[in-house]
């Protein structure tokens, strides 16, 4: 592929860059009743005051400026001096802040009657009414009868754990098990924690499922087009499907779902075999490499072809260049994508990323695996800011799942407590777990055994349709947020500040929700503050003030001890990077890096399926905006993709429509028919298939995929195993 196609012609190329490069120029000419602004070259109507705030169309938080005119967000740019955004904004990013204007938005409580129909309820009798039965079913089934699910964002970092253990829970979980738990407790166990790849000085990277142009961080993406355009590195993307990234790539190596930890297995086998890989930094970083070298024997490239269908010499000479680009050469660690979440094995998918990493000797050198440190804020006055208790219990789920990262634990540990009758009461904070986190209909039944369920969030979500209370909080440019700390080369610490005043005067920020809500449950003196209090207190620790970090967006903290060269400390037991773990081997599977199989199969005449994610979309948050759903259905991009012999074997056609069936659900879809696809997997975007009418743009638009997918958890992990399902496809009218 030739190295001279630059980064704009890439965007011309592509159909996400062509939908990416439409939702970037999404006009803002009405955002609320009808009310227009004038456009960038007339006069301006008003006085413009410039904010700096933090996107929320992701978990990314983007720096952004926001201009406002008359009380009223007119523009939105990148903070060129924030790490994610670069100065630059995605197509979501762009489309989210239109949520601060839909008609579709929550705007007053709701409460679910008998009838199972929403009515409005007041903030005072939702609160009397919600700790009434909260602390009656703690009272009589004790504090670990009430868990608490949240996506993580700046303020809900901070309050929803807070709450959780004021009431003696220690059932706090995020939305982690549907979305990469399975890699970053393998990075977790075998490295000591998360790290991330020196894209801009690599020699040679490999993505593994991984695509930056579709699931976006702009700085990332940007990192990604210079180096393809510099011609200076080779960049592999193996993946079942040519994804958006490909263009940028100089090699795709297409491969079965599920299976790249043969590939991998393989590829160690050819560095320990042919004497490729860093003894010096083996001998000193790696625990159990002996053992490792003997299991890995058995896994050649031949052995792996057959179950990867990746030919013997491509996986050959891929090793032995990421040997020769070393240690300038690294695996990216992924994401969700492949391995995140999605199989039986990506436990140990994890394990072999980072195991290969090492035999590269890569850790902490320019163009290799970076593991850095994140910053920490001061401790808060406990006289203003007293600390609850550490509740008294364990978090369901741990027992079972003991390898899954603290931070996170396993929602799904949650929902089958739910199922039996140990979770009573259950909270969801901007988290649409029964739409994307595992079978929605699972789901369904675990709440209805539930005696209450809440859910705070700006839309009426697929959770929120069967919660008994849905609280409205306000959009993200409406309120401030607890303080944002980035870790990584540097360190930095910023802010989502309130860009414009509540439209709704009946949605309250989480912050406000929190402070009445505990005072109503009698635990009001940990929430006896405000936010513009607690951010003042928390910044005070690091020697700013709020005003020195509204006036600059973002500021660098003079705390990183990153240096290029030096090895970093693994926070593995060992101090090692464990290609052998004990802690593993307690836990019921293989202490020593070793193959397993993913679960799923295809049977005769069954595909592989993969599904992921779209440059104009965050699962299924972004579905309910307008413009991002426009050119959703402008480019058809909810289709099935399916490889083109596939197709003329079965007699699909481009447009047609097909039945696609799992062993748990049947739906329709129409089909794009591509080359950009390997034969026997067919995909599907996993954003769409919403269900809640409140929620128009989505509503019936494209399939749910989790409606197919088994309820079931990776050993170990917890995780959702998202893609553990092989599927028949079955033209509609044959």
Known sequence: MSKTMTRRGFLRTSAAGAALAAAGVVGYAEWQSGRAHADEGSAASGDVKRVSTLCNGCSNECGLWVNVRDGVIHTLEGNPDNPNSGGRMCGRGHGFAQMTYSADRLTQPMKRMENGEFEPISWDDAYAEISEKLMGIIEKNGPQSFAFIRDPRPNINFYAPRFTAALGSANIYTHGAACNLSL?????????????????????????????????????????????????????????????????????????????????????????????????????????????????????PEWASEICGVGADTIATLAREMAQAAPAAVIEPSWRAAFGCAHQNSFMTGRAVAAFNALLGNYGQKGGALITSSPSLGKLPASKFPEPPAAKGTRVGNKEYPLAVPFMGTNLA??????????????????????GYANPKVWEEGLGKCELVVDIDVQMSETAMLADYVLPECSYLERMEAVYTLGGKKHTVSLRDKAIDVIHPETRPADQIFRELSAACGVGKYFDFTVDELVEAQLATVGLTVDELREKGIVELPTSDFEYGKVPEFATPSGKIEFYSVTIGRAGLSPVITWQERKARPAEGEFYFVGGKQSVHSHTMTTGIESLMNISKDYHLERLWMNASDAKELGIAEGDTVEISSSEYTDKIDVHVTERLMPGVVFCPTHYGGSSPYLKQGYGFGICIPNFQPFDMEPGTGATMSQEFTVSIKKVGA
């Not at 142009?213 to 200076?232: C, Q, R, Y």
């Not at 089958?416 to 029964?434: T, V």
């Open 184 to 300: 970053q407790s393998a990075y977790k166990h075998t490295v000591g924690g998360g790290f991330s790849a020196d894209v801009e000085n690599a020699k040679m990277i490999m993505f593994i499922g991984r695509s930056y142009a579709d699931g976006i961080t702009p700085a990332s993406m940007k990192k990604l087009a210079e180096l393809s355009v510099n011609g200076d590195a080779k960049i592999v993307i193996v993946d079942p499907r040519f994804n958006n990234s490909g263009h940028l790539a100089d090699q795709w190596v297409p491969i079965r779902p599920g299976t790249d930890l043969a590939m991998l297995l393989a590829m160690s086998h050819v560095l320990i075999e042919e004497d490729l890989y860093d003894k010096s930094f083996v001998n000193d970083h790696v625990l159990g490499f002996y053992a490792f070298k003997k299991e890995v024997e058995q896994f050649t």
């Open 414 to 435: 949650a929902l089958k407590g739910a199922l039996d009758g140990q979770i009573k009461a259950m909270f969801f904070y901007q988290s649409n777990a029964a739409k």
